[in-house]
């Protein structure tokens, strides 16, 4: 098969997977994966844009870097916010119907950011709002076809080490193989792989894993984000994500002595930097406090502008009104990831990676809020027109080694997994710690062989070997 003949594997359905799937007409695209259970349709708070009155992307790169610990990369962060606006526009052609005041867009605050800069689309639906639109223009596109139901599960590489093949996994366990010379990776992060998580249950690093045991270069695995602001309510799987927009409107974090968490603590207070925000509330609890946030003073009113938001406090009894809604620290996003340059290409031919499984040094040890979407649009739709035109028209060379992640672990051995994680690499750590959950990994027969388990080892050594703190990654033994 030539290379003018293979289509474009683009695996991972969220937003970023949808902005390359779009972006690369007319070369025929496979898109393997659902929309419906990603995090892009889950995002609540929106996508970020120097776009209101005074402000410029300078100041956005400011906020960025601020945020990121002054570990990013600054001409990714220029590329980022200077792309911004036009992203902006780009998905309101798309049909996305952000919210508007008057003929101008509506604008939200969140933590980081020094002004108003978020672009939203149904109060706090953003995610929702996006994906659906973006699902829609694809659904007209001609040079697409979907494979909703099936995941990735093994790539094959030629004899010089390039991508040659994918193979595919439908729900009844069925497989098939398909040649292509490129392959995206838009998997998503590793959120699951942690006891609190605001991540559906696919963010489990499969992407990532597939990709290291391939031989691809990974980045900056040590730097998890931690969302200050899941509902703290009981039951597997995700745990609702209180956007923190809600701060922006001026929602305050208290204990159970009724203290404003963050008062003192920061000049920004509520507005703080996540990781910032993440680890007083992680400390409150880990001191025997329960955190709540309290919406009461933004009335009616105010609460209206976040339908989501309140619909999920009332589906487990909680009237933002009129009560406190209790908040843990989560996990949220993946800063780490497959290394990638500013085009998407990771260090294995033929394998490009985008959105929250790439790492391209953009976010640095922090995210800033609604940076994500903006990367998923930005490095989407740049990476897709890139692929648009194959590389060459070589004939493909055949197959010679297949990777697959191997053996997964049982539902009873990632719960052990993810507590231990949680335990040992949540919003403050401490080398005894990483390393006594290293050896736990190396010694548990039900984890030892599991991919998830050598991926947990190898967040762990990075987390291990950095030994001063930075940004999310805090060590308690470096104060």
């Given at each position: 098969?030539?290379?003018?003949?293979?289509?474009?594997?683009?695996?991972?359905?969220?937003?970023?997977?949808?902005?390359?799937?779009?972006?690369?007409?007319?070369?025929?695209?496979?898109?393997?994966?659902?929309?419906?259970?990603?995090?892009?349709?889950?995002?609540?708070?929106?996508?970020?844009?120097?776009?209101?009155?005074?402000?410029?992307?300078?100041?956005?790169?400011?906020?960025?870097?601020?945020?990121?610990?002054?570990?990013?990369?600054?001409?990714?962060?220029?590329?980022?916010?200077?792309?911004?606006?036009?992203?902006?526009?780009?998905?309101?052609?798309?049909?996305?119907?952000?919210?508007?005041?008057?003929?101008?867009?509506?604008?939200?605050?969140?933590?980081?950011?020094?002004?108003?800069?978020?672009?939203?689309?149904?109060?706090?639906?953003?995610?929702?709002?996006?994906?659906?639109?973006?699902?829609?223009?694809?659904?007209?596109?001609?040079?697409?076809?979907?494979?909703?139901?099936?995941?990735?599960?093994?790539?094959?590489?030629?004899?010089?080490?390039?991508?040659?093949?994918?193979?595919?996994?439908?729900?009844?366990?069925?497989?098939?193989?398909?040649?292509?010379?490129?392959?995206?990776?838009?998997?998503?992060?590793?959120?699951?792989?942690?006891?609190?998580?605001?991540?559906?249950?696919?963010?489990?690093?499969?992407?990532?894993?597939?990709?290291?045991?391939?031989?691809?270069?990974?980045?900056?695995?040590?730097?998890?984000?931690?969302?200050?602001?899941?509902?703290?309510?009981?039951?597997?799987?995700?745990?609702?994500?209180?956007?923190?927009?809600?701060?922006?409107?001026?929602?305050?974090?208290?204990?159970?002595?009724?203290?404003?968490?963050?008062?003192?603590?920061?000049?920004?207070?509520?507005?703080?930097?996540?990781?910032?925000?993440a680890r007083e509330v992680?400390?409150?609890?880990?001191?025997?406090?329960?955190?709540?946030?309290?919406?009461?003073?933004?009335?009616?009113?105010?609460?209206?502008?976040?339908?989501?938001?309140?619909?999920?406090?009332?589906?487990?009894?909680?009237?933002?009104?009129?009560?406190?809604?209790?908040?843990?620290?989560?996990?949220?996003?993946?800063?780490?990831?497959?290394?990638?340059?500013?085009?998407?290409?990771?260090?294995?031919?033929?394998?490009?990676?985008?959105?929250?499984?790439?790492?391209?040094?953009?976010?640095?040890?922090?995210?800033?809020?609604?940076?994500?979407?903006?990367?998923?649009?930005v490095g989407g739709r740049?990476?897709?027109?890139?692929?648009?035109?194959?590389?060459?028209?070589?004939?493909?060379?055949?197959?010679?080694?297949?990777?697959?992640?191997?053996?997964?672990?049982n539902a009873a051995a990632?719960?052990?997994?993810?507590?231990?994680?949680?335990?040992?690499?949540?919003?403050?750590?401490?080398?005894?710690?990483?390393?006594?959950?290293?050896?736990?990994?190396?010694?548990?027969?039900?984890?030892?062989?599991?991919?998830?388990?050598?991926?947990?080892?190898?967040?762990?050594?990075?987390?291990?070997?950095?030994?001063?703190?930075?940004?999310?990654?805090?060590?308690?033994?470096?104060?």
């Amino acid at each position: 098969m030539s290379a003018a003949s293979s289509p474009l594997v683009v695996a991972g359905a969220g937003l970023a997977g949808l902005c390359v799937a779009l972006a690369a007409a007319p070369r025929p695209v496979l898109l393997v994966g659902g929309s419906a259970g990603s995090a892009s349709a889950l995002a609540q708070g929106g996508v970020a844009a120097a776009v209101g009155p005074g402000d410029r992307p300078a100041l956005h790169a400011a906020d960025t870097c601020r945020a990121g610990a002054g570990h990013n990369d600054v001409a990714m962060v220029s590329r980022l916010v200077d792309a911004a606006p036009d992203a902006v526009a780009w998905l309101a052609a798309q049909g996305v119907a952000f919210d508007r005041e008057g003929a101008a867009w509506a604008l939200g605050r969140e933590g980081g950011h020094g002004r108003a800069r978020i672009v939203h689309a149904g109060g706090d639906a953003s995610g929702h709002a996006i994906v659906a639109a973006m699902e829609r223009a694809l659904a007209a596109a001609a040079h697409a076809r979907r494979l909703p139901s099936h995941r990735l599960c093994a790539l094959a590489l030629s004899e010089s080490g390039a991508i040659a093949a994918v193979r595919l996994v439908a729900a009844d366990g069925a497989t098939i193989d398909i040649a292509t010379p490129d392959l995206v990776l838009a998997t998503g992060g590793i959120g699951s792989l942690f006891a609190a998580t605001t991540n559906p249950l696919s963010a489990d690093g499969n992407g990532l894993a597939l990709a290291l045991e391939a031989g691809a270069p990974g980045r900056d695995l040590e730097f998890v984000q931690f969302h200050p602001t899941a509902l703290a309510v009981p039951g597997e799987g995700p745990l609702p994500l209180l956007t923190e927009a809600l701060r922006g409107a001026g929602a305050v974090l208290r204990d159970d002595r009724g203290e404003a968490v963050m008062a003192g603590r920061h000049p920004l207070a509520d507005l703080a930097p996540r990781d910032v925000v993440a680890r007083e509330v992680w400390r409150r609890r880990q001191a025997g406090h329960d955190v709540f946030l309290d919406m009461r003073r933004l009335g009616d009113e105010g609460l209206a502008a976040f339908p989501t938001a309140v619909a999920l406090c009332r589906a487990h009894g909680i009237d933002p009104r009129r009560d406190l809604a209790p908040v843990t620290p989560a996990a949220h996003f993946h800063m780490g990831g497959i290394a990638v340059d500013a085009d998407g290409r990771s260090g294995l031919p033929g394998l490009h990676a985008v959105g929250e499984v790439a790492c391209s040094g953009v976010h640095g040890a922090n995210r800033l809020a609604s940076n994500s979407l903006l990367e998923c649009v930005v490095g989407g739709r740049a990476l897709g027109a890139r692929l648009s035109v194959p590389r060459d028209a070589r004939i493909q060379a055949a197959p010679r080694r297949w990777v697959q992640p191997g053996a997964g672990a049982n539902a009873a051995a990632l719960r052990a997994l993810r507590d231990l994680l949680w335990r040992s690499m949540g919003p403050v750590r401490d080398d005894a710690t990483l390393a006594e959950a290293e050896r736990q990994l190396r010694v548990d027969p039900s984890l030892a062989r599991t991919w998830q388990a050598r991926l947990a080892l190898r967040l762990l050594h990075a987390a291990r070997i950095r030994r001063a703190s930075l940004g999310a990654h805090h060590r308690a033994d470096s104060e």
